[in-house]
């Protein structure tokens, strides 16, 4: 799986747009983007994925870089339940050795 | 079911005991995974199974630890002589798994079997 940064924490606003950045600079070209969450004392939770184009699913849209070096996750108003730590992965698909999930960044909702 | 589902949701066991943990995935899906999650910290990746493959054990940080699925459906993880240091979340997830193609919907995971071992 590709090597991917995301910021440790960020809060945001209830009721407004949540933007979380990803950097994957080493992405190959087979490798999508994969976005999941963890609500605390849950299992992760697959968001929405994409690998050249901006998809947008009802839980949110991913806007992928034209360089495909970097994208953002945007959950479009934000409630309190989506406070969860957020793991954006990029891979090639369910190969021998899963995902790799990182530290991935915590997004806390403020009320 | 609709999802997928593990047993026990928590375990609670004495130092040098065996534990099973099981895991149910969705019907159909033909990958499988088992992930450890300590307090804290990160996803670990245990192990792998594919359709009727040879799973990828590569993940298993001992051999005290051994993962069996049968029938190409439900797995069971075990932990022999159990010690504290095994005490975490364990989740299994499922995918569909279209020849190297990725899946449409990802992994679905479980809820986890929280192993405390005291």
């Known amino acids: 799986d590709a090597k991917t940064t995301q910021p440790t924490s960020m809060d945001c606003a209830e009721g407004r747009a949540a933007n979380l950045p990803c950097n994957h600079s080493?992405?190959?070209?087979?490798?999508?983007v994969y976005w999941y969450r963890q609500i605390h004392s849950q299992g992760p939770q697959y968001i929405i994925h994409?690998?050249?184009n901006n998809e947008t699913n009802e839980m949110a849209s991913l806007i992928i870089t034209e360089d495909r070096k970097s994208s953002t996750l945007i959950l479009p108003h934000a409630t309190l339940r989506d406070t969860a730590v957020y793991y954006c992965?990029?891979?090639?698909?369910?190969?021998?050795?899963?995902?790799?999930f990182g530290k991935g960044t915590h997004l806390i909702i403020q009320p | 079911g609709a999802g997928v589902s593990q047993s026990p949701s928590n375990k609670v066991t004495e130092k040098g005991k065996d534990v099973e943990l099981r895991c149910d995935p969705i019907?159909?899906?033909?990958?499988l995974y088992w992930y450890r999650q300590s307090l804290g910290q990160g996803l670990e990746f245990l192990i792998y199974f594919q359709g009727n493959s040879a799973p990828d054990k590569s993940g298993l940080p001992s051999d005290r630890f051994s993962a069996e699925r049968t029938g190409g459906s439900v797995s069971t993880l075990t932990i022999q002589r159990t010690q504290q240091e095994d005490s975490a979340v364990y989740l299994c997830?499922?995918?569909?798994?279209?020849?190297?193609?990725?899946?449409?919907?990802?992994?679905?995971f479980g809820s986890g079997t929280r192993l405390t071992v005291v």
């Open positions: 992965i990029g891979t090639s698909g369910g190969g021998a050795d899963g995902l790799t």
């Open positions: 994409g690998l050249k």
């Open positions: 019907s159909g899906h033909t990958a």
């Open positions: 080493t992405i190959s070209g087979n490798e999508y």
């Open positions: 997830a499922s995918s569909l798994s279209i020849r190297g193609l990725v899946s449409n919907y990802g992994y679905t």
